[in-house]
């Protein structure tokens, strides 16, 4: 089992899939965030999909478990509110990926494992411990009169430190990278360079055994991926900026006065970009 959980994410390895692509681990954080007690012993199969621009830049970890299939993410840009929709699309793949489709004509009632959605929150942007994304919410004209015939409900963990405590305080493993990732953004206030506050990070982490193993034999793997991990991020941001200026010079020329800052304010609250200037655009 070991080798099919590493063989599936050889494609696309970050930080927090190797880390917690180890069967141990993942059933550690499993049983850290549902509250189970499931022991090392306990199968596993990885579904995680193979194509990383299905879902962008995000690090996920899709895997079967008594029964139960997680979808599993660790999200450090702001919460998108299209999740819902975006997990639809995901599991969908997922079941057709695991389920045979010679099965699914014949008459006798087939089981697939019941899905769970969860996405870990490690950005910068505040956020409260928990949250839950419905997709009912997406629906047009959905109301008491108009029930909705589908729901997914994914819910979002803030495991930034101090927050959850209780998730971190049953995995030694996620409170251990809360801790390391919460060590490089505070060196990145004093390193000119994101590659030499990683660097400070993990020496720190090493000299009193946090993740001490894991980051002895990763460390350039780790530093190389979270440089290319976060600057991904951040080159997401500036192409979003870049689109509110856009919209911005749209607005000037009609003579609206939009600030960057009420922009910016209406994209954390879950706008897009796309969306502000159709809007700005028609006004």
């Given at each position: 089992m070991d080798e099919e959980i590493n063989a599936n994410r050889?494609?696309?390895?970050?930080?927090?899939?190797?880390?917690?692509?180890?069967?141990?681990?993942?059933?550690?954080?499993?049983?850290?965030?549902?509250?189970?007690?499931?022991?090392?012993?306990?199968?596993?199969?990885?579904?995680?999909?193979?194509?990383i621009l299905f879902m962008g830049p995000i690090n996920d970890l899709s895997f079967i478990i008594d029964g139960k299939i997680v979808v599993l993410i660790e999200h450090q840009s702001?919460?998108?509110?299209?999740?819902p929709l975006r997990m639809l699309l995901y599991i969908a793949r997922v079941y057709e990926k695991i389920c045979d489709h010679n099965n699914l004509y014949r008459e006798k009632l087939i089981t697939i494992p019941r899905p769970e959605f969860i996405v870990l929150y490690n950005g910068k942007d505040e956020m409260q411990d928990k949250q839950t994304l419905r997709l009912s919410d997406m629906f047009a004209r959905y109301d008491q009169k108009n029930p909705v015939e589908l729901e997914l409900e994914v819910k979002i963990y803030n495991i930034n430190r101090g927050k959850n405590i209780q998730i971190a305080q049953r995995s030694a493993t996620l409170e251990s990278y809360e801790l390391f990732i919460y060590?490089?953004?505070?060196?990145?206030?004093?390193?000119?360079?994101?590659?030499?506050?990683?660097?400070?990070?993990?020496?720190?982490?090493?000299?009193?055994?946090?993740?001490?193993?894991?980051?002895?034999?990763?460390?350039?793997?780790?530093?190389?991926?979270?440089?290319?991990?976060?600057?991904?991020?951040?080159?997401l941001k500036i192409r979003e900026l870049e689109g509110i200026e856009r919209g911005i010079e749209i607005g000037e020329e009609r003579g609206k006065e939009k600030t960057l800052k009420e922009l910016e304010e209406l994209i954390k609250q879950g706008v897009e970009v796309a969306e502000l200037l159709k809007k700005l655009q028609e006004k």
């Open positions: 050889k494609y696309k390895d970050s930080v927090f899939t190797k880390l917690f692509g180890e069967k141990d681990k993942l059933i550690e954080l499993y049983n850290a965030i549902f509250e189970t007690n499931y022991d090392s012993d306990t199968d596993i199969e990885i579904t995680t999909l193979t194509n702001t919460i998108n509110e299209n999740m060590m490089v953004r505070e060196y990145q206030k004093e390193c000119d360079t994101l590659e030499n506050a990683v660097s400070k990070a993990i020496t720190y982490c090493i000299s009193r055994n946090i993740l001490g193993d894991f980051l002895q034999v990763h460390s350039s793997e780790v530093i190389n991926m979270l440089v290319k991990e976060w600057k991904l991020e951040e080159a």
